[in-house]
């Protein structure tokens, strides 16, 4: 048997909207939009939303978050153990955290990614030169 927290978390699926009214940046929760393309329910949002902060805190503080925290982690999001780490391999699978040596940290593996893909349809697909972008 497989568990939550054992799960793979290598992809995950985020929501693209091609309306340029719908885009991040046009929103008054820049963030909140962005946690709602990567979960279906709202309250799972606000508490991802919750999560990436604590753990942008945490590490401006210099005391990340351990791994080894989870209990204390869910019991201040208000979630139980399954739902954290759905939540969490959520976010690790989109780029948006990592877990490094048994701490959770911001991860830049999202705007690369997302970068990557834009500069590639930009260029292959469009024949647009990546410059202009």
């Keep these: 048997m497989t568990y939550v927290k054992d799960a793979p978390r290598t992809s995950t699926t985020i929501r693209v909207r091609s309306d340029a009214n719908s885009r991040i940046s046009r929103s008054r ?5 962005l946690m709602r393309r990567l979960f279906q329910e709202e309250k799972t949002a606000l508490i991802g939303k919750k999560f990436v902060m604590l ?3 945490r590490q401006k503080k210099n005391e990340p978050i351990k791994t080894s925290e989870w209990k204390q982690t869910s019991e201040e999001l208000g979630i139980g153990r399954a739902s954290f780490y759905s939540m969490r391999n959520k ?14 940290r ?3 593996q999202f705007s690369k990614d997302t970068n990557d893909m834009a500069v590639w349809w930009w260029s292959a697909m469009m024949n647009n030169d990546p410059e202009n972008l």
């Design 29 to 33: 929760d820049p963030f909140y939009e």
């Design 55 to 57: 753990i942008d805190d």
């Design 91 to 104: 976010l690790l699978g989109a780029g948006l955290i990592s877990n490094k040596n048994g701490e959770y």
């Design 106 to 108: 911001l991860s830049g």
